[in-house]
């Protein structure tokens, strides 16, 4: 009798799994819009980020839906607007964040952690979303430098670490867009020691001549090349664009070309 339950008990996973698994799959053909819902949470109990939340508002997250609805046009994908952004209610209580120089089992846990953790803490949105996003705010004067964001494309489900105040939504805006992409299978496209772009990966016009100084970043590299050993923070999401592997990385762009 418990034999024949475990062996149900392990279909029933096995099946669940491999229903998320077609999901995922069928996502990426475009038919429909992905809607995304974004949670703001307050990581560090700042000010800062406490009189920063409420400022949210759904024209900030539009830019970032236009966006990425002009950059699909560019690769002539059919739907009109393949992420539809979502404001969610604050999220009172940050998420596990993952470990520092973590071995691939302790990753594991916490992405499981962090999974279950998202699924508890989901308030509802319009729309039922298929991507969470939780954005992280801390005050800049008491985190200068912020933790590494993460995104899994299993789960659909992020962390993006900001920081409070209107002078830093526009780069933040590129922070979120990067991550987003980061849940539909995109990869970085910059080398994590020295933060410069991939050539030709990381370069959003790499046939440009001459090659330097280039006029936007990768969105997935997140940097504008000057020069072989420099690179500048784009000002805002305006200034980047989306490259052919990331594209091709997504399903808007099958290899070989548009």
């Known amino acids: 009798m418990w034999r024949k339950l475990r062996i149900l008990i392990l279909l029933f996973i096995l099946a669940t799994v491999a229903h998320r698994a077609w999901l995922e799959t069928h996502d990426l053909e475009w038919k429909d819009s992905l809607y995304v819902a974004v949670y703001p949470v307050n990581a560090d109990g700042s000010e800062a980020a406490s009189s920063h939340i409420p400022r949210l508002d759904s024209d900030q997250l539009q830019e970032i839906t236009d966006y990425l609805a002009e950059e699909a046009a560019r690769y002539d994908l059919a739907i009109?607007?393949?992420?539809?952004?979502?404001?969610?209610a604050e999220v009172d209580h940050p998420p596990p964040q993952p470990p520092k120089n973590g071995t691939v089992l302790q990753t594991i846990i916490w992405s499981l952690h962090f999974r279950w953790w998202a699924w508890r803490n989901s308030p509802p949105v319009s729309v039922p979303p298929s991507i969470k996003l939780y954005l992280l705010y801390y005050d800049p004067e008491q985190h200068p430098v912020l933790p590494h964001s993460t995104a899994l494309s299993k789960g659909r489900v992020g962390l993006v670490n900001l920081f409070a105040g209107e002078r830093h939504t526009a780069q933040n805006a590129v922070v979120l867009a990067h991550e987003l992409l980061h849940t539909v299978g995109a990869s970085d496209k910059y080398d994590l020691a020295?933060?410069?772009?991939?050539?030709?990966?990381?370069?959003?016009?790499?046939?440009?001549?001459p090659v330097y100084p280039q006029d936007y970043a990768e969105l997935m590299a997140g940097r504008v090349p000057l020069s072989a050993s420099k690179a500048a923070i784009p000002a805002s999401i305006a200034q980047t664009l989306i490259g052919e592997q990331t594209a091709a990385e997504i399903g808007w762009l099958q290899t070989g070309g548009k």
């Not at 009109?80 to 969610?88: H, I, K, N």
């Not at 020295?194 to 001549?209: I, N, R, V």
Request: proline content about 16%; overall charge positive; hydrophobic content about 25%.
């Open 80 to 88: 009109r607007f393949p992420f539809q952004l979502r404001l969610g």
């Open 194 to 209: 020295s933060g410069l772009p991939h050539y030709p990966q990381g370069y959003a016009d790499p046939d440009k001549q």
